[in-house]
């Protein structure tokens, strides 16, 4: 049975979906599984729809560990991170000290679902960890924003999502699965045709997020996130997938670039649009 620690912040209800969706497959006996422990960097009385998170948790029997990332940088008097700038020092330290507290959950494998925080050394080193980035191999990076409007900006023919080994290069460690989905076709070619006579940043400045070609993108990305978490833990869980040395196995055989899910996942969506 494959142990699993999860993270996540716990800031919406899209925390919600991603933890009910492992706890679904686990307890329809499709993924040999259980979570060990789930931890948040946001405390308990924080934000309101945390603890909607929280009560969730506790619903399920699964134990819950948290620690306010704010509250330790206040208490340590550290500075804020900033975007593009090195982490302060207290995050390692913050680190350090999760780790010692999720200690007695011990666990196979980490997945971060919704969890805001850049990860140090003391937490990846420690547990091999996996993380959903919102694009496929070799497509953009940043947020989901950012890379949607990215694929726009390139025409892009087709998006994607992955998920790949957390390390101290962000977004950047090894590639553990993938899967794509079409940008042309039925539903969507007709949203092109705007974006076409238009540049991305007019898009941006006169509809931003509400134009309709956005949205779409970003549907159909969405949709494939929940199916590829659970199909890759249920890759880890069966034998099909294992790490070695921060190298992604099939069996014998190393997976560079990552396993392609496609196919199970487009199969997973169909399955769900039937029922």
Known sequence: MLRIGWFATGRGEGSQKLLRAAVDAIRDRTLDAQISVVFSNRDPGQFPITDVF????RAYGIPLVTLSDRTFRREHGGEVARAGEPLPAWREAYDRSVAELIAPYPFDLGVLAGYMLITTAPLYEAHPLLNLHPSGPGQPAGTWQD???????QRADHGGVRIHLVTGALDAGAIVTYCTYPLRGSG???LWGDARQRSTAELREREGEDNALFQEIRRRGSARELPLIVETLRGFAD??????DGHVMAGDTRIVGGYDLTPEIERSLA???VT
Do not use: H, K, N, P
Request: aromatic share 8%; glycine share 4%; proline share 0%.
């Open 54 to 57: 929280f009560d969730q948790v």
């Open 147 to 153: 890379v949607t409007w990215q694929l726009i900006e």
């Open 188 to 190: 969507i070619d007709v």
């Open 239 to 244: 034998g099909r997938l294992r790490l070695d």
């Open 271 to 273: 399955d769900a649009a």
